[in-house]
């Protein structure tokens, strides 16, 4: 019988390890670790002042953590005692302001990372450059450029050097929001091509569910939820970390024998003990809505369970979707629905409301 060959697990591209960095005795990273591969975009996604910034200059190497370790394909590339310098790490790097040399050409910026006697560099330059749309202003000056243009010059002076890993913060905060997506996709195409390892660091969960493989979700200094957008956004890990990504409804109640009695039903909170206050979550674009049929709405099922009434308090256009407001008659709360296209009911019109099960959060109520 012939064994089986365990081949090495091939290590990833970028790996951080229990990264802990702290300030006047307050944890601003807290253990966080993370790996990412080559071609893999992760993004690090959180409010202000979580601690992501400061991963990414860590990463860069100008910062030093207090503990943990950083490697690069397996390789050691940081630690609290030995520490490749920021500039041996190829890494790329692309921050919101652009930082580019007023006083140096378009070509210029984007070569300036290149050895002066580097064989081919001036291909290197106009392919990129062919390739982000601008060869046509290579003799031009930042200032001559428009923001999305300025912007594309700084990703390919940060791929010039071919980097390994890619770090960007909040790299299209600062461009105009009809441009943003067509760059961002622009930037996702090419730093695919190039088969960089990319963390992106962003505030905004649209942009990492537009750009990410993997979204970490960050808070208070720690990683807190980790995977796929699909897996992040469908199965938060509590109530904030699904209010981070929409508006979110949350209908209170007491669990009595793992069930929780509520104005649309029992819900199921399974391991939960007996008098605990819990939290129901869903977002407004799974609330169901339903007309009143002389004082009826629809009978009830398994998984949209009781019908409950309510009354329009306002209803708005939001260009893509309609935004209405009820209030529940069974306990005076405001609950908000979205409906795709126009939908603008009359304040006051009456209407039944169900909430399917399987968009619902049953969190332990905190605080």
Known sequence: MIGKRHLAQTPPRLEIRNIIRSYDGRRVVDGVSLRVEPGQVTCLLGPSGCGKSTTLRIIAGVEMQDSGEIYADGELVCDTVFRIPPEGRSIGLMFQDFALFPHLSVAENVGFGLPRKMAGRDARIMEL???????????????????????????????????KIMLMD??????????????????????????????????????????????????????IQQGAPYNIYNSPRDKKAAAFFSDINVIEGT??????????????????????????????????????RGGRGPNPTASDGVAARA????????????????RMDADGSVLKATVPSVFLPAEGTVMWLTLPRARCFVFPKTG
Do not use: C, W
């Open 170 to 223: 909040e790299p299209f905060s600062g461009l105009d929001n009809r441009l943003r997506d067509g760059i961002r996709d622009e930037t996702l195409d090419l730093l695919k091509e190039e088969g960089a390892a990319v963390l992106l660091v962003t505030h905004e969960p649209d942009e990492a569910m537009r750009m990410a493989d993997e979204i970490a979700l960050m808070r208070d200094g720690k990683i």
């Open 255 to 292: 669990v009595k024998g793992a069930l929780t009695q509520t104005p649309f039903g029992r819900f199921l909170a399974p391991g939960v003990p007996d008098g605990t206050k819990v939290e129901i979550v869903s977002r407004p674009q799974h609330i169901r809505i339903d007309f009143d």
């Open 311 to 326: 009354s329009v308090v306002r209803a708005r256009f939001m260009g893509r979707e309609s935004l209405v407001e009820f």
């Open 129 to 163: 450059l062919e390739r982000v749309g601008l060869a046509h202003h290579a003799g031009d000056y930042p200032h001559q450029l428009s923001g999305g243009e300025q912007q594309r010059v700084a990703l390919a002076r940060a791929l010039a050097p071919r980097p």
